[in-house]
């Protein structure tokens, strides 16, 4: 019986998946914050593991640069979310969709925002969940 060859994964099939997980969790995360009227900072923990799945599932091989992938994707993401959350909370207080406001939201005011509605809690969640990305993507 002939041996049948292990199929490999396409370079382009890690990328894709951690691009169209991370913006829908970063969808989710934005909805789930203005529900329960806070920053949801836990949810980059659960952002984290989505990024390393992501990442492991592509096909994407073990090593350093899976490392530095997974690092960055789970800070991007923090990042985009925290900047999501106070652009749309604006936006609503001004009338704005959450896309015009988002446009229009500056880094330094974005920073700001982000610096008074994050608590010592959601800060302790996202510093972690930098450190299980590049834990568990290793």
């Known amino acids: 019986m002939p041996a049948q060859a292990v199929p490999r994964s396409s370079r382009w099939l890690a ?8 913006l829908s969790f970063i969808f989710i ?9 806070g920053q949801a ?6 952002g984290a593991v989505d990024v390393v799945l992501m990442l492991r599932f ?7 640069g899976r490392s530095v992938l997974a690092t960055a994707a789970t ?3 923090i990042v985009l979310a925290n900047w999501g959350i106070a652009a749309t909370q604006i936006g609503f207080a001004m009338g704005l969709n959450p896309w015009e406001s988002a446009v229009k939201l ?7 925002l982000s610096q008074l509605a994050n608590s010592p809690s959601d ?3 996202m510093a972690a ?3 299980i990305a590049a834990w568990f993507s290793r």
């Open 123 to 125: 800060l302790v969640c």
């Open 106 to 112: 500056g880094p330094a005011y974005a920073w700001t």
């Open 75 to 77: 800070a991007g993401m």
């Open 29 to 37: 995360w934005i909805l789930l914050a203005l529900y329960l009227n």
């Open 58 to 64: 592509g096909g994407m091989p073990h090593g350093l």
């Open 15 to 22: 990328p894709s998946l951690l691009l169209l997980g991370g």
């Open 129 to 131: 969940a930098v450190i």
């Open 41 to 46: 900072g836990w949810m980059a923990l659960l």
